[in-house]
Every structure is written in structure tokens, then in C-alpha cells.
């Protein structure tokens, strides 16, 4: 099992920006599509945006222009850059891994095996 680490949440105003790193254990992004979801309370989980092992990208229509995946395989991290983020991007952020594919990446949660513990991102007025 792959354990996924996510860090870099925190709180930030409108308008700014963060990046959230996601740390794995083995060397697993070269043969999985890598994604990252959000949720909130009530709700379910969102997908944010994904990467394939040749870099391939989706973004979610409401991060679209927004925010940037990218991976280093070297170092086993996952990104998500966040800019001009807003209040409605408040979310527990989670990093996730589908070990049974490397292209052609799905977007629902269900499809993905391998789930960090989060890292909260607020964004205030």
C-alpha cells in the first residue's frame, strides 16, 4: 500500500495563493494516475484535478485557470499550485493515487486506491 502525505494547507485571503505537496512512499507516480479532490462538510468529494504518467492533465471547471498539477517523479510529490483562490475553495484538500491505471485517468473518487489524510485550505474574505 502506498502511504500519500499531504502538507502546504493553511489559511490565505482571497486572492492569494498556495501550493499543497503530496509526499509518497514508494515510486508510484511513473505507473498511476494522480489526482487531487477536495470536500467539505456535507458534501462529496470533488475532483480537483489529475496527471498521467506522461503529464497529461484535467482540471475541474471550477479550478480551471486557476490551479496547476504537476509532479516531480524524481522526488515522489505531487502538486497543486493555487492562485486567485476564493472563499468557495475552502475544502479539505486529499491527494490520492489509482494504482491500476497510468493514462486515461478517471475522475470519480471511487476509481482511486491510495488516500492521504488531507491538509485544510481556507480561504477568507
Known amino acids: 500500500q502506498v502511504q500519500l502525505v499531504e502538507s502546504g494547507g493553511g489559511s490565505v485571503e482571497a486572492g492569494g495563493s498556495l501550493r499543497l505537496s503530496c509526499a509518497a512512499s514508494?515510486?508510484?507516480?511513473?505507473?498511476?494516475?494522480m489526482a487531487w479532490f477536495r470536500q467539505t462538510p456535507g458534501k462529496e468529494r470533488e475532483p480537483v484535478a489529475n496527471?498521467?504518467?506522461?503529464?497529461?492533465?484535467y482540471y475541474g471547471e471550477s479550478v480551471k485557470g486557476r490551479f496547476n498539477i504537476s509532479k516531480d517523479d524524481s522526488k515522489n510529490t505531487l502538486y497543486l499550485t493555487m492562485n486567485s483562490l476564493k472563499p468557495d475553495d475552502t475544502a479539505m484538500y486529499y491527494c490520492?493515487?489509482?494504482?491500476?491505471?497510468?493514462?486515461?485517468?478517471?475522475?470519480?473518487?471511487?476509481?482511486?486506491?491510495?488516500w492521504g489524510h488531507g491538509t485544510q485550505v481556507t480561504v477568507s474574505l
Open positions: 490520492a493515487a489509482d494504482r491500476s491505471r497510468f493514462h486515461s485517468c478517471e475522475r470519480a473518487p471511487g476509481h482511486y486506491n491510495d
Open positions: 496527471i498521467d504518467d506522461i503529464g497529461y492533465t
Open positions: 514508494v515510486d508510484t507516480f511513473r505507473s498511476s494516475c
